[in-house]
């Protein structure tokens, strides 16, 4: 079981580390149709491969 002390220092470390990737490394904000596309590309996926999943292209 953790201390006062520790679960006090444990709480800086974070509010630390969200501030840091927050500054270093935002995450642009993104729609749906952004965050799919990035997606897709990451898996080198293209729109005939959802077809499946969505049952149509359009």
Do not use: C, W
Not at 20 to 26: A, D, K, L, V
Not at 32 to 57: C, F, W, Y
């Amino acid at each position: 079981m953790r201390s006062l002390e520790e679960d006090l220092f444990l709480e800086l470390l974070i509010t630390l580390i969200e501030k840091f990737e927050s500054e270093n490394y935002p995450i642009p904000a993104g729609n749906a149709a952004s965050m799919l596309q990035h997606l897709m590309d990451a898996r080198n996926l293209d729109k005939s491969d959802l077809i499946p999943v969505l049952g149509t292209e359009t």
